[in-house]
């Protein structure tokens, strides 16, 4: 069955960095788009970044120019670098397959000092 398995989570300070991985299995990695969603207590869930098969990237506002998102094929993972956090980018982040709309079960990041 299909599944998205997030790690690399955790506390940073403002102004540090993580990079969260997706792990994922189940389907055909290499031809199915990704995407990675967060969520903030009392907020709604939000759209973060997206890639194509094609590698092609799209991002929020909010976090271009800080965040990238990547993929290994050969590892059936994808990644989203995350630098020059802020405090505001705490949340739950989720790795989401279009696809028939799978979600992983989300991995916390914490910005503060």
């Known amino acids: 069955q299909v599944q998205l398995a997030e790690s690399g989570g955790g506390l940073v300070q403002p102004g540090g960095s993580l990079r969260l991985s997706c792990s994922a299995s189940?389907?055909?990695?290499?031809?199915?788009?990704i995407e990675w969603f967060r969520q903030a207590p009392g907020n709604q869930r939000e759209w973060v970044a997206s890639?194509?098969?094609?590698?092609?990237?799209n991002y929020n506002n909010s976090v271009k120019g800080r965040f990238t998102i990547s993929r290994d094929n050969a590892k059936n993972t994808a990644y989203l670098q995350m630098n020059n956090l802020k405090p505001e980018d705490t949340a739950i982040y989720y790795c989401?397959?279009?696809?028939?709309?799978?979600w992983g079960q989300g991995t916390q990041v914490t910005v503060s000092s």
């Open positions: 189940g389907f055909p990695f290499s031809i199915s788009a």
């Open positions: 890639i194509s098969k094609d590698r092609s990237t």
């Open positions: 989401y397959r279009p696809t028939g709309s799978f």
